[in-house]
């Protein structure tokens, strides 16, 4: 078992913990294989503009090329399966009263690692609704016959988008309030892999700080919600979770 203090107090405080809120980013998912936003060469936007590809304006301008960035990105979740942080997280969940994940992500690998309680602030790629946004709650199915892409809308002929979060988009109301509502109520709130340069979801930890909750930041590299943890454990989410799971688990067998 790790001797590494940070890491035992972060394990002492989650075990104690009666509402744990698990925030995390497109880092817990790097090591599915699929790539984050802003990590220069490997990150997404190291090779294309987000407001040419994450805005409704772009996918107006440019409906077949954002349409295929979502593409490659469903192949890549596709063939992507949960990692040892997504299963740790789902495990926290077997081990604790109450855990709660809050994800920036939309590839719905927290649901099947089998976390229950998910709130998706940023939508997910696994749902589409049309551009007029009249007409949601479309799965791939409803369209696979449809050889035009973007595909359009069974209901108004209108085209298709992935139900997910652009930038000047709100963020669906019921998934933000519930997740600030957890944020200010939780005691420990568990970060992992999240530059924490995008809001309003980046806000979170300073609510559960301000709550008076032990933030945990979990990433190789500080980042910007180090500032506001109490605990920064620096390393690969598979890596640390895993690691983090068994010294709960130490602690709760006492
Ligand atoms: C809105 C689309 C208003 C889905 C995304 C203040 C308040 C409110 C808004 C703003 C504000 N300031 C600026 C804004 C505008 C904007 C914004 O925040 N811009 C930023 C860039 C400055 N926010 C918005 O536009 C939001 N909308 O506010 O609307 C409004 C209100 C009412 C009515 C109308 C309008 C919408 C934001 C959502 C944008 N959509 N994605 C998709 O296609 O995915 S953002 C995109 O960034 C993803 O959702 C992603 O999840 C998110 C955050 O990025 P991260 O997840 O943190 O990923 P990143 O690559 O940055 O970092 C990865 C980290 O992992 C790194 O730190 C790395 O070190 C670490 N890592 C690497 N390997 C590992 C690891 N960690 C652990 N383990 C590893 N192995």
Not at 38 to 48: C, D, K, M, N, V
């Amino acid at each position: 078992m790790t001797q590494d203090p940070r890491m035992l107090s972060a394990a002492r405080a989650l075990a104690r913990s009666r509402r744990l809120v698990v925030f995390t980013g497109a880092g817990v998912s790097k090591e599915s294989g699929i790539a984050t936003f802003r990590e220069p060469e490997t990150g997404l936007w190291a090779q294309y503009d987000p407001m040419e590809l994450a805005t409704h304006e772009a996918y107006v301008r440019r409906p077949e090329f954002v349409w295929s960035w979502y593409e490659h990105r469903f192949g890549a979740v596709a063939a992507a399966s949960p990692n040892p942080a997504h299963t740790a997280i789902a495990e926290l969940e077997r081990l604790l009263p109450q855990v709660s994940v809050v994800t920036q992500n939309i590839d719905g690998l927290h649901q099947r690692a089998g976390s229950n309680d998910v709130i998706e602030l940023h939508g997910s790629m696994f749902r589409f609704k049309c551009l007029s946004g009249e007409h949601t709650g479309f799965v791939l199915d409803d369209f696979a016959d449809q050889d035009e892409k973007p595909p359009r809308c069974p209901q108004c002929g209108e085209l298709l988008r992935p139900d997910v979060v652009w930038f000047g988009e709100a963020l669906p109301a019921d998934a933000i309030d519930r997740a600030q509502a957890l944020c200010a109520d939780c005691d420990v709130l568990l970060v992992v892999g999240t530059s924490g340069v995008v809001y309003p979801a980046a806000a979170m930890p300073l609510l559960a700080a301000e709550a008076g909750a032990t933030v945990i930041d979990v990433n190789p590299e500080r980042d910007a919600i180090a500032a506001a943890a109490e605990l920064f454990l620096q390393g690969p989410g598979g890596e640390v979770l895993p690691e983090l799971v068994v010294a709960v688990r130490e602690h709760l067998a006492g």
